[in-house]
């Protein structure tokens, strides 16, 4: 046994390091696509999009706080991956 990871609510170990490496990579994944989607997002124009004040404000906070989520999972994933 290795550790036990909470995300994946079982012991990490010889039989199973390999679907949580793979996990890793996915989660990681995840959070560069996201990044990159929210960076896409913001250097197109939205046709579609209500263009009132309050919609932009709310387009903002969730932007900031959906980068800062994924970067910190990103990061941690990463680490963790390192170690493995």
Not at 19 to 46: N, P
Request: glycine letters at 4%.
């Amino acid at each position: 046994m290795d550790h036990h990871c909470p995300w994946i609510n079982n012991c990490v170990g010889e039989f199973n390091q390999k679907y949580f490496i793979q996990f890793l990579l996915y989660v990681g994944l995840a959070s560069i696509y996201t990044v990159a989607m929210v960076a896409l997002s913001w250097t197109r124009e939205c046709r579609d999009c209500n263009h009132e004040i309050i919609f932009k404000q709310h387009r903002v906070i969730h932007s900031v706080i959906l980068v800062i989520e994924s970067l910190l999972f990103g990061i941690f994933v990463i680490a963790i991956m390192c170690d493995q």
